[in-house]
């Protein structure tokens, strides 16, 4: 029997201080480059090498000042501060590479759909069917009021909104136009039929439209929609909509039950286990046996800032850690951040000193450290025993950590079976789930097609 293929997508973000924060300030590390097309083209030359599923790239509209009530160690340390557009990057290395995909974080919950759903179709039709979007609802009260609001809807009301945005980009993504709308005839000077080009109107709880689609359908239509909600109604939301899920895990129990819990959703929401791809946010540092990997490590751990994860992690569950002493218990509160992130704090008691030690290397992430051979055991098994489909490799030096990882675990995991030795042709969709470029019937989204 194959060996199931472990998927891998590089978690980015177009800024200096992604996940592990502080290692900017490593000799080898390349990230204060971010604002260079190259430093974006090499990366995605490097991952398609590497034969990686995907380049993730998060974002945020706001800022972490929820720590000491400032922006001083967001900015000292560059907590994903400043920050440029994702999107903006994509074209650039989708025309270095043929296979890599690309999904681009967008936060629906400041973006008009309509003219949304134009910027991922023209993003769609420049990869040739090589993008996606991770839906994110926001969590910042900072990114609420940088847009003009006393603050963000509350956190199961920013899921009721995306569901009807979600409705409303599928009406314009499937069912604008018509599979053989656009025909290019010169010679009757027609280039697109009249009447396969339909009036999308949609009246929901918050929003409302009346418009054709901007463009002509592109390889995916709907782009392929990644979500990293874990929380109940996240999960609610990610069941019905989603198609790759982003999970933060510590132990492999916890994991395997919500891995099950997800995929028992998506059977309730009218589609298959199968439907979901589930990838692991992870950080690796390899050498050339387990002994040179720790040597790495320790290198790697004397430039990462614990307080920098801590500012970072004060935003995401809404508590100020600069009022705690190192051991007093913290009040996780219900607060309006990710709530799956705060109750797993709560229920393990997580104090700040805690807190400091999980981020020795500046991410809550879990690292695995070793030879290839370790990193690889430890791959699989997380994959056999969690039901994970693969990973997101976030970067600790850049380009170092990737660039290790390629050299010295894809093929440990090659010759085992593990991972592909090439692509697939076909778009970002067919490339993961086999079905080709469309989303399956199956999906809600087909709902809004014309047939």
């Known amino acids: 029997m194959a060996k199931k293929k472990i998927l891998l997508n590089a978690f980015n973000m177009n800024c200096v201080g992604h996940i592990n924060h502080g290692l900017w300030t490593h000799p080898r590390d390349n990230s204060t480059d971010y604002k260079s097309l190259r430093y974006w083209t090499d990366l995605a030359r490097l991952l398609e090498r590497g034969l990686f599923d995907g380049l993730f790239i998060a974002d945020i509209v706001g800022v972490y000042d929820v720590y000491q009530h400032s922006v001083d160690v967001t900015l000292r340390e560059s907590v994903q501060l400043p920050v440029n557009d994702p999107l903006l990057l994509v074209p650039a290395m989708a025309a270095v590479t043929r296979h890599l995909g690309f999904g681009v974080t967008v936060n629906l919950s400041y973006e008009p759909p309509y003219l949304f759903a134009r910027r991922m179709s023209t993003l769609d039709h420049l990869t040739e069917g090589r993008a996606g979007w991770n839906i994110v609802t926001g969590y910042l009260d900072s990114a609420a009021r940088a847009m003009g609001l006393q603050?963000?809807?509350?956190?199961?009301?920013?899921?009721?909104?995306?569901?009807?945005?979600?409705?409303?980009?599928?009406?314009?993504?499937?069912?604008?136009?018509?599979?053989?709308?656009?025909?290019?005839?010169?010679?009757?000077?027609?280039?697109?039929?009249?009447?396969?080009?339909?009036?999308?109107?949609?009246?929901?709880?918050?929003?409302?439209?009346?418009?054709?689609?901007?463009?002509?359908?592109?390889?995916?239509?709907?782009?392929?929609?990644?979500?990293?909600?874990?929380?109940?109604?996240?999960?609610?939301?990610?069941?019905?909509?989603?198609?790759?899920?982003?999970?933060?895990?510590?132990?492999?129990?916890?994991?395997?039950?919500?891995?099950?819990?997800?995929?028992?959703?998506?059977?309730?929401?009218?589609?298959?286990?199968?439907?979901?791809?589930?990838?692991?946010?992870?950080?690796?540092?390899?050498?050339?046996?387990?002994?040179?990997?720790?040597?790495?490590?320790?290198?790697?751990?004397?430039?990462?800032?614990?307080?920098?994860?801590?500012?970072?992690?004060?935003?995401?569950?809404?508590?100020?850690?600069?009022?705690?002493?190192?051991?007093?218990?913290?009040?996780?509160?219900?607060?309006?951040?990710?709530?799956?992130?705060?109750?797993?704090?709560?229920?393990?008691?997580?104090?700040?000193?805690?807190?400091?030690?999980?981020?020795?290397?500046?991410?809550?992430?879990?690292?695995?450290?070793?030879?290839?051979?370790?990193?690889?055991?430890?791959?699989?098994?997380?994959?056999?025993?969690?039901g994970v489909d693969g990973f997101n490799l976030t970067r600790t030096v850049t380009p170092e950590s990737y660039a290790d990882f390629i050299e010295l675990v894809v093929p440990e995991l090659q010759s085992r079976g593990s991972y592909k030795t090439g692509y697939e042709e076909g778009s970002f969709r067919h490339k993961l789930f086999g079905e080709g470029s469309r989303l399956p019937a199956r999906h809600p989204a087909a709902g809004f097609r014309r047939v």
């Not at 980009?169 to 025909?183: C, F, I, M, P, Q």
């Open 151 to 386: 603050s963000q809807d509350a956190h199961d009301q920013r899921y009721n909104r995306a569901d009807d945005y979600l409705e409303l980009v599928y009406k314009l993504w499937e069912g604008s136009w018509e599979d053989d709308a656009v025909r290019r005839d010169k010679a009757a000077r027609v280039f697109a039929d009249p009447a396969k080009v339909h009036l999308v109107r949609h009246q929901g709880p918050y929003y409302g439209m009346e418009g054709y689609h901007l463009c002509e359908p592109s390889a995916q239509r709907t782009p392929v929609l990644f979500q990293a909600g874990s929380s109940g109604r996240g999960q609610q939301f990610a069941a019905a909509h989603a198609e790759g899920i982003f999970i933060m895990a510590q132990d492999k129990e916890a994991t395997r039950r919500t891995v099950d819990g997800l995929r028992e959703q998506a059977v309730r929401a009218g589609r298959r286990p199968d439907d979901l791809k589930i990838f692991m946010g992870l950080a690796t540092i390899v050498g050339d046996s387990d002994r040179a990997a720790q040597e790495k490590f320790e290198e790697y751990w004397r430039y990462a800032s614990p307080e920098a994860g801590l500012a970072h992690f004060a935003s995401s569950v809404g508590v100020d850690f600069s009022r705690y002493g190192m051991d007093d218990p913290v009040d996780y509160g219900q607060g309006n951040g990710i709530q799956s992130v705060a109750s797993n704090a709560a229920a393990n008691a997580m104090t700040k000193r805690k807190l400091l030690e999980r981020f020795q290397l500046g991410s809550r992430y879990p690292t695995v450290i070793g030879s290839a051979q370790k990193v690889a055991d430890e791959l699989e098994s997380w994959v056999a025993e969690t």
